[in-house]
């Protein structure tokens, strides 16, 4: 009876594959990027993603600017995690004049650094979230994100172009009862964390939008360049906190999770592991932030004091000559990465020995990880590659610098 | 800040001083910091195609290597299993300006190994071209891509060399070479024409046009009906 039924033959529809243009302004594609899907029924056959409508050029307008002048074009670029990009540029231009900063630097920076992991990663949580369809836990990010605002800009005087590292320091010390500020969201943070996670982790439908969706494995994912929680969850162990440790990392107590299937499940998971993991180096350098000096005394970089450029002839001609012509960076060049919140996030500087580079490089995570969504979402449906850009991580600015 | 005002004087009117290396941590080998074993296997290897090694920044190796040879010598660094560079992590290049060679810049990382390596690669020029090594790491695709659309470096057998940043018909020529004006090389009037003139199908590849028709215009008939239509006269 039914084997009749189905010798009925298919009636002969028109069945050319689709072209659909998602972006440039679509609120799921995070900002403004074009994707441009070819489509069988709802299945993705291809997608090429059209980038560029941020463009602005940084890495020319750095040939033209002093050293230190490169370091508020550094936070626009990845406005999800400003104090991140501040830091690895002048750590990058530090490590390429030999200048090693005082170690309450070195523990300020990593406060900044972690803090902005978190607040870089509440984003992505907040937002992937509203992709699958839960409203709820972006509020929640989004509350917490807030006091992260309010932290830099009780700090740097902005809440996202925050521009607070110099060459040699940072623009200021903290302000008084900052860190005691920084501490009480360290030990909320945990409770917000556990409401999300019990909303998503075990929940039917982030499950099934999540699993098994966009898996890449571990070779491949090397292979396509992913770095930072990318890579993680397809098993590789490659953290450049633990492996290339840069600011005594090997001294603090903390683990570097890792995932097993590569699928958007397991970036989900290790960027909520990531976040808990942050609050603990927090913890440890809260304690640990010792008394002392911020900036260097290394009279390359640092200002001589008002008194002594009133007093002293030398220290005026000195505060004279760096105003005037700015640091000077010996020739050659320099790589230096530290463990981005979205992936290795490096800074190639190369110098002539002058006050300007003659070439200044960022290395963007984002931009090498979505060159591998034409892969991930082939055979997909069209809502799974929303899913797939969303569990990236990407920012745009960063993309298109 | 300063500890004595006359040695700081005397330090800015020194100038730029060399590094010493002793800042951050090393990204390299343990031990001696002028010696890097994958360095050493590459001349050995190699020879004359290893143009020339030097440290930078304290200890960061830089090997140059012959460009024509380029995807011959990444292939070994990444397969030989004692050097298993299996993360291509940038590809980028310089322009010094005053007509010198544009160096092509390939930064590596050994995960097994925790090893960094720099590879440079020199092009004239007035030949500005090079081997692509997308089919050695895919991460070269896009990478390889935005060195062509800012540098003008063409990468033999790149399998989809576009621009990436700039639009598709942007003539004004690559943004970050040196003889390139800050400000463009039309004026702002015909720079703003051609934003204006854009056309959203230029960043279609040439492909994806044939699917689905030819955008703007009647969708083409579905395949049943073409059919009847051939069979009535």
Redesign the interface.
């Given at each position: 009876m039914t084997e009749k039924i189905l010798e009925f033959p298919e009636?002969?529809?028109?069945?050319?594959?689709?072209?659909l243009n998602l972006g440039p302004q679509h609120p799921a594609t995070h900002g403004v990027l074009?994707l441009?899907c070819?489509l069988d029924g709802e299945t993705v056959l291809?997608v090429?993603p059209?980038?560029?409508f941020l463009?602005s050029?940084f890495?020319?307008?750095g040939e033209?600017r002093t050293w230190n002048q490169i370091v508020p074009l550094t936070d626009r670029m990845d406005y999800l995690a400003p104090l991140m990009y501040n830091c690895v540029y002048v750590?990058a231009v530090?490590?390429?004049?030999?200048?090693?900063?005082t170690e309450r630097c070195k523990v300020v920076r990593i406060l900044c650094m972690e803090m902005d992991r978190i607040f870089s990663h509440l984003l992505w949580l907040g937002t992937t979230a509203i992709d699958v369809g839960a409203f709820t836990p972006f509020l929640y990010a989004f509350q917490e994100r807030e006091r992260i605002y309010d932290l830099h800009e009780s700090y740097t005087g902005a809440r996202i172009t925050t521009s607070a590292t110099r060459i040699g320091g940072m623009m200021a010390d903290f302000p008084d009862g900052w860190t005691d500020s920084l501490r009480d969201f360290v030990n909320t943070l945990p409770k917000t964390l556990d409401e999300i996670e019990s909303l998503l982790t075990t929940n039917a439908i982030h499950l099934g939008r999540t699993l098994d969706i966009g898996v890449i494995s571990g070779e491949d994912a090397?292979?396509?360049?992913f770095?930072g929680p990318n890579l993680r969850a397809s098993g590789?162990d490659?953290d450049l906190r633990k492996?290339?440790?840069?600011y005594d990392y090997e001294t603090y107590d903390f683990d570097v999770p890792i995932g097993e299937n590569g699928d958007c499940y397991d970036r989900y998971l290790v960027r909520m592991e990531e976040m808990r993991q942050s609050l603990r180096i927090l913890e440890q350098a809260l304690e640990r932030l010792p008394d002392g000096?911020i900036?260097v005394?290394d009279?390359?970089v640092?200002?001589?004091?008002k008194t002594?450029c009133m007093n002293?002839m030398?220290?005026m001609?000195?505060h004279f000559?760096?105003i005037t012509e700015g640091i000077?960076?010996?020739?050659?060049?320099?790589?230096?990465?530290i463990e981005g919140s979205k992936g290795?996030l490096?800074m190639?500087v190369?110098s002539?020995?002058g006050d300007k580079p003659?070439?200044w490089?960022i290395?963007p995570p984002s931009?090498?990880n979505?060159?591998?969504i034409a892969?991930l979402a082939e055979g997909h449906l069209v809502s799974d590659l929303i899913m797939i850009n969303a569990s990236l991580d990407i920012v745009l600015g960063e993309i298109?610098? | 800040m300063v500890d004595e005002s006359g040695s700081a004087f005397d330090a800015v009117e020194q100038g730029p001083q060399a590094s010493e290396g002793d800042a951050g941590t090393p990204r390299g080998d343990e031990g001696d910091p002028s010696v890097h074993p994958s360095v050493t296997a590459l001349q050995d290897r190699f020879g004359e195609t290893v143009l020339h090694h030097e440290v930078q920044a304290g200890d960061q190796h830089v090997v140059f290597v012959d460009a024509a040879r380029n995807r011959e010598i990444l292939e070994w660094l990444r397969d030989d299993p004692e050097q298993r560079y299996d993360l291509l992590v940038d590809v980028t290049a310089v322009d010094y300006g005053g007509g010198k060679p544009i160096q092509v810049v390939y930064q590596l990382w050994s995960v097994g190994h925790k090893r960094a390596l720099r590879v440079k690669c020199e092009v004239p020029l007035d030949g500005l071209s090079i081997n692509s090594v997308v089919q050695l790491w895919n991460a070269a695709n896009w990478l390889e891509r935005e060195v062509y659309d800012l540098f003008g470096v063409e990468f033999v057998d790149h399998p989809d060399l576009r621009r990436i940043l700039m639009p598709q018909n942007y003539a004004e020529g690559h943004p970050l070479r040196k003889d390139f004006p800050l400000r463009g090389r039309f004026s702002r009037a015909e720079q703003t024409r051609r934003a204006l003139s854009q056309d959203y199908r230029d960043d279609y590849t040439t492909e994806s046009l044939e699917v689905g028709g030819t955008p703007g215009l009647a969708p083409p008939e579905p395949d049943g009906l073409t059919e009847e239509a051939e069979d009535t006269p």
């Open positions: 009636p002969a529809l028109g069945s050319e594959p689709m072209l074009r441009i070819e291809k090429t059209d980038i560029g463009h050029s890495e020319k307008l033209y750590m530090e490590k390429l004049m030999g200048l090693e900063v090397l292979n396509y360049g770095t590789v490659y492996d290339n440790p840069y000096p900036n005394a009279p390359r640092s200002l001589p004091s002594d002293d030398e220290s001609i000195h000559k760096l000077m960076v010996p020739a050659g060049d320099c790589y230096f990465a290795e490096g190639y190369v002539d020995g003659v070439r490089r290395r931009f090498v979505l060159s591998v892969k298109d610098r | -």
